[in-house]
Nanobody, 128 residues
Framework: QVQLVESGGGLVQAGGSLRLSCAASGRTFSTYNMAWFRQAPGKERECVAAVSRSGGSTHYADSVKGRFTISRDNGKNTVYLQTNSLKPEDTAVYYC?????????????????????WGQGTQVTVSS
């Protein structure tokens, strides 16, 4: 089992940046594909980025391509989401998630049911 704890959220002005972190417990972090999801009030949950076990493959939502970067450090059991050029529409609770499912196409890796474990979330608020 994996426990995930997000941090790094906060209030930022439009155009600003935040670096979100997700620390995982246990010794098997490198066996999980990881992702960041977000959910805004009244909206469906959206996967913004996913990264493979090695960190060598990624998927991004079109809405964040070129602005967000997902990465991981298996030695530190941590996955990161660097968010740049933030917009008010990026305001949401951001969750990290872990999946044992083998890495695949975006249609699989960006769907919530693929993921086995979830963190509690961290709030990101972007003011205009």
């Amino acid at each position: 089992q994996v426990q995930l704890v997000e941090s790094g959220g906060g209030l930022v002005q439009a155009g600003g940046s935040l670096r979100l972190s997700c620390a995982a417990s246990g010794r098997t972090f490198s066996t999980y594909n990881m992702a960041w999801f977000r959910q805004a009030p009244g909206k469906e949950r959206e996967c913004v980025a996913a990264v493979s076990r090695s960190g060598g493959s990624t998927h991004y939502a079109d809405s964040v391509k070129g602005r967000f970067t997902i990465s991981r450090d298996n030695g530190k059991n941590t996955v990161y989401l660097q968010t740049n050029s933030l917009k008010p529409e990026d305001t949401a609770v951001y969750y990290c998630a872990a999946a044992k499912t083998p890495w695949g196409a975006a249609q699989t890796m960006r769907v919530g049911v693929t993921y086995d474990y979830w963190g509690q979330g961290t709030q990101v608020t972007v003011s205009s």
